[in-house]
């Protein structure tokens, strides 16, 4: 139950819960002082997550057989209290209770005041009374102010994690956000989908300067987790380096979000990057065009790319230092060349991509590449011209590096669109990616 406040804390609003139950004996509560300590904690806990519980005590009348030490009422007044809910004596008194909790949730009061927060984890009592005779007030006990990071339980520090991972606005963090970009990827094994971030110094300075956990969560449409992985590590100067952190799953067709979080494992101060990707059916026949990985030269750093491994988010495996497995679908990565995530500077002259193309059932295809830029909203398509650097075959795919010379671009959003058309049947495909010019 005390972990179940918990969890509830990461929920916002109030929450109710109605607790049909015999309660603790008096006795209990008496002799066995940790457990008393332990059941006002979990009551405490309740309160401060915005929970008040209306507890019902299905003993009923029939407690009026039982001795005072063994009867539950006081433990279910207690929960009650605390929580800033209401006790109701005799579960055979429907109307009572039904009148009494819709009265209590249907109309209530919020207040509040500013308070020093203080990172020591105690519990600070509240008390409220109103001036106007005849009124019973319901109210929370108290609050608990945060603790440091280090004094969190297992279980708690799951809590943290999962509200950075599936809450856009984690309730007691505001987390770095991170560019991000997810590709699917097709080859003769089936369908892929490689994610990735990079790690701007200014905004992690003070998230990376201790040991850094860095985890991965990816779920499907119907809000099933089908992978996570975590990895606990020491991030190199990204003052020096410029960092990209990837992974590369295996899913079915379908619609995904993934999140990427890293986190100082002192203070709990944290990182994330998110996103959603579409991995399509695969083609049975005509032209696929994978989704480009977008390439800009790199300053004066070089790129390092690490890469999250393991079974699952128990493993804690460390992180692979190489770019084995990203190179397998883009094989012109060079520590020269950074990825693109959803920005380009506005001074840049050319842009670089890797592009994945495969033929199905086209006999005799000769395919011709063409691309264009298009402002958003509106605007007019602008063609760009086009110049195949490198290229190699791997299995069925053709993987090719491509580079477009970039006019110079107004501040904004812009559309580029990569177009492959096969000269003898005229089938084409395309794919797009959205960018920013800042």
Not at 66 to 73: A, C
Not at 204 to 219: D, F, H, M
Not at 378 to 387: A, R
Not at 394 to 405: N, V
């Amino acid at each position: 139950m005390t972990e179940l406040a918990k969890t509830l804390r990461y929920i916002p609003g109030n929450k109710n819960i109605v607790f049909f139950s015999a309660g603790y004996a008096r006795s209990t509560l008496a002799r066995d002082i940790m457990f008393q300590k332990n059941f006002e904690d979990m009551c405490k806990q309740f309160g401060s997550s915005s929970c008040p519980i209306y507890t019902v005590n299905t003993m009923g009348s029939r407690s009026r057989f039982m001795s005072p030490d063994d009867r539950g009422d006081q433990s279910l007044q207690n929960l009650a209290a605390f929580s800033g809910g209401q006790y109701f004596e005799d579960v055979a008194k429907v109307e009572k209770i039904e009148t009494g909790i819709q009265n209590a949730i249907g109309n209530y009061y919020v207040l509040g005041y500013s308070i020093d927060e203080k990172w020591d984890g105690q519990f600070h009592e509240i008390k409220v009374k109103v001036k106007r005779e005849g009124c019973n007030v319901s109210a929370q006990s108290g609050y608990y102010n945060p603790k440091p990071f280090t004094e969190f339980s297992e279980f708690e520090k799951q809590l943290h994690l999962m509200d950075l991972a599936f809450n856009e606005h984690p309730q007691f963090q505001s987390p770095f956000e991170l560019p991000f970009i997810a590709l699917p990827c097709r080859d003769e094994s089936g369908t892929h989908l490689v994610f990735m971030t990079d790690l701007p110094w200014e905004g992690l300075k003070e998230i990376i300067r201790q040991q850094t956990e860095v985890v991965y969560v990816v779920i499907d449409q119907d809000d099933n987790v089908i992978e996570s992985k975590r990895g606990d590590v020491q991030i190199p100067d990204i003052s020096k380096k410029q960092v990209v952190y990837y992974g590369i799953i295996s899913p079915k067709p379908g619609a995904y979000d993934c999140v990427m979080i890293l986190r100082n494992l002192v203070t709990g101060k944290a990182a994330r990057a998110r996103g959603a990707a579409t991995v399509s059916q695969p083609v049975l026949s005509g032209l696929q065009l994978d989704s480009p990985l977008l390439l800009v030269p790199t300053g004066d750093k070089d790129v390092a790319y690490f890469r999250l491994t393991g079974k699952d988010n128990k493993d804690k495996e460390a992180v692979d230092t190489s770019a084995i497995g990203l190179k397998d679908f883009f094989p012109f990565l060079s520590n020269r060349l950074v990825p693109v995530m959803d920005e380009i500077q506005r001074e840049t002259s050319r842009v670089l991509a890797i592009v994945r193309s495969m033929v199905f059932n086209v006999p005799n295809a000769d395919i011709e590449f063409s691309a264009s830029l298009k402002p958003s909203p509106g605007g007019e398509e602008v063609p760009l011209s086009l110049s195949i650097l490198n290229g190699k075959r791997q299995g069925k795919a053709d993987i090719l590096l491509l580079e477009f010379p970039f006019p110079e671009l107004k501040l904004g959003e812009y559309t580029l669109t990569i177009v492959a058309m096969d000269k003898n049947s005229e089938a084409k495909t395309e794919v797009s990616r959205t960018i920013r010019v800042i």
